[in-house]
């Protein structure tokens, strides 16, 4: 199907930016590649695409001592390819791989991904699982929102109306650590059924119908994603 | 008016913002050679090169397209790779209906010049987002296999680490029903079965309790209304007819409707029971859903929507029961907040 029409409102400013998108009907776009598939669905309608992929700081990546900050239109292929510096051991690159297909991982950002919240992405129950900041700006200036707290229900974030995301700051994991990683999906590159992550000392549940949940014990979610985060576990302390 | 960089030409259009790169190279550049299939981003018969990667043209617009070049099969004739992956697809059987082909050729040249020699089961990982509505996969997979053998391999990486495999454990086969979809849910009444059957067996009162419904019209058991429902984004609004029948404290609402090409069939049973304090409502939902919402949605997506819907239900029962108006807005709070304490 076509999309219904809409404006296209490409912006070169965070000002620009945030006023556009203090309209009725305004959606940022980065990478679309979640949005377009639910605009030519014709699922979302927004009156005005505000084009944010180009806005400055949106592509820029700064290595600390502490981890990694990676603006937000950062693309999965780029993070697959090591085209940003690796603080996970190699976690978030083997995880950019498994995302949809390569022509979707070329344009596809990870702050489009984690604003699109779908449960059933990578991301948002990867961040969950680093302990990552998300940094978001609005008329009221920058604030700092916790993995954790960032998605509310599936689609939902928490950010308010006339927001958007920045960047992500993602911590460092200390050298050697070792990580498992557990995709179920019917066919490579589909929505996942279930994911499981396996941390030093962390486990996630992710695509459980619901925000990623940070697991004490493999107990009291869906058992396809206990089978999951159990695959994480093992491949992690293999 | 945008300017397009295509193969090397620069192509002035006139074309609205909705309209997509692979529409724009199909009817303003008269490039049939991209294809369109599903315009989801699922079949990848319209990838082509933009910025020298592949992207799905039916993802991109064209306007975001604008001053970025653009490559598509007809600018590949002289590409030293696709002319070996041509030769390699004739030798090989790798093309029946030829639909797929275009976006095949884009991937394959990206796979031989992205990871050189690879084996199969890594060209196989690479395909999956092309599909070939012929299945002739074996003849694609060997062409790309041949070209890709003839270059040097990619800088060893790591071989990619798979999670092992555990047993799932044992579930119970799901019933054959007639509605395919099927969702449970209870909720306790603060108010004693009396007053809250009062409110359960009118279908207007129903109405006026449950987030997103309107009730336009109730004749014996005919009822016709509509019924709006969000998530995130996405929202749809089926306006349809359905048929209510109602017994000792049970009852069941059975009907149809629509939402431009979206259609949906379903059936809500209730049963009221008492409780020490209060009642006990046991709702069932089934339903079928066809169009678009079904090709997008996973139905486990709308268990917490009907989760966050029956709490506001019984909370505005609750209100309406005690003679207070119910909250009428479908609060995207109140569905959160469902979410967050359902675990």
């Known amino acids: ?238 | 008016m945008i300017a397009l960089t295509v193969n090397g030409e620069e192509r002035r259009l006139d074309t609205p913002a909705r309209t997509h790169l692979a529409d724009a190279l199909r009817d303003g550049c008269g490039l049939t050679g991209t294809h369109i299939g599903c315009e989801q981003g699922v079949c990848g018969a319209c990838t082509v090169l933009v910025d020298g990667k592949p992207a799905r043209s039916c993802l991109l617009y064209a306007h975001e397209a604008a001053g970025k070049p653009v490559t598509t099969i007809e600018g590949l004739d002289d590409d030293p790779v696709a002319e070996a992956l041509r030769a390699a697809f004739s030798r090989h059987h790798a093309l029946q209906c030829g639909y797929c082909t275009p976006g095949m050729m884009v991937t394959a040249r990206d796979i031989v010049l992205r990871l050189g020699a690879v084996d199969e089961a890594r060209i196989r990982e690479e395909l999956a987002g092309n599909l070939c509505r012929c299945t002739g996969y074996r003849g694609i997979v060997r062409a790309i296999a041949e070209v890709a053998a003839n270059r040097p391999a990619a800088p060893a990486a790591a071989p990619r680490r798979e999670a092992p495999k555990v047993a799932a454990p044992a579930q119970a086969p799901a019933p054959a029903v007639e509605l395919p979809n099927r969702i449970e849910h209870r909720e306790t009444l603060s108010v004693p079965l009396p007053a809250a059957w009062a409110i359960l067996s009118d279908p207007a009162k129903v109405a006026a309790c449950l987030p997103g419904a309107v009730l336009t019209r109730h004749e014996g058991a005919l009822l016709e209304g509509r019924f709006t429902a969000s998530l995130g984004p996405i929202s749809a609004s089926f306006a349809g007819q359905g048929e209510w029948a109602c017994g000792e404290h049970a009852g069941s609402v059975r009907g149809r409707g629509r939402d431009g090409a979206n259609a949906a069939e379903g059936m809500v049973e209730f049963s009221l029971s008492p409780a020490a304090q209060g009642s006990v409502l046991d709702v069932v939902l089934s339903w079928r859903l066809t169009g678009p919402l079904a090709q997008f949605s996973r139905p486990a997506l709308l268990r917490g929507l009907v989760a966050g819907l029956a709490d506001q239900f019984a909370r505005n029962l609750e209100r309406s029961a005690r003679g207070e108006a119910p909250a009428k807005r479908l609060s995207i709070w109140a569905l959160i907040r469902a979410w967050l304490t359902r675990r």
């Open chain 1, 1 to 238: 199907m076509k999309p219904a029409s809409f404006d296209y409102a490409p912006v070169e400013t965070l000002g620009a930016a945030l006023s556009a998108l203090s309209a009725q009907g305004a959606k940022p776009l980065a990478g679309g590649q979640s949005l377009a598939p639910t605009m030519n669905l014709r699922l979302v309608r927004p009156r005005v695409l505000v084009d944010v992929k180009a806005l400055p700081g949106m592509r820029e990546v700064t290595e600390t001592a502490a981890g990694l900050r990676l603006g937000a239109a950062v693309t999965h292929a780029e993070i697959e390819d090591g085209a940003v510096p690796d603080v996970t051991c190699g976690f978030m690159a083997h995880v950019a791989r498994g995302i949809a297909y390569r022509a979707v991982r070329n344009r596809g950002t990870i702050g489009g991904s984690l604003c699109h919240a779908d449960p059933a992405a990578d991301w948002p129950s990867c961040m969950v699982a680093l302990g990552a900041t998300m940094i978001a700006a609005g008329p009221g200036g920058e604030r700092r929102i916790a993995a954790r707290d960032w998605m509310r229900a599936p689609f939902v974030t928490a950010l308010a109306p006339g927001e958007m995301l920045l960047a992500v700051e993602i911590p460092r994991l200390p050298p050697g650590s070792r990580w498992g990683y557990a995709k179920i999906n019917r066919k490579v590159g589909e929505f996942a059924s279930a994911l499981g992550i396996a941390l030093p000392g962390v486990m996630v549940a992710g695509a459980i119908e619901a925000p990623p949940a940070l697991l004490h014990a493999i107990e009291g979610i869906p058992p396809l994603a206990a089978v999951a985060v159990t695959r994480a576990v093992a491949m992690r302390d293999a």
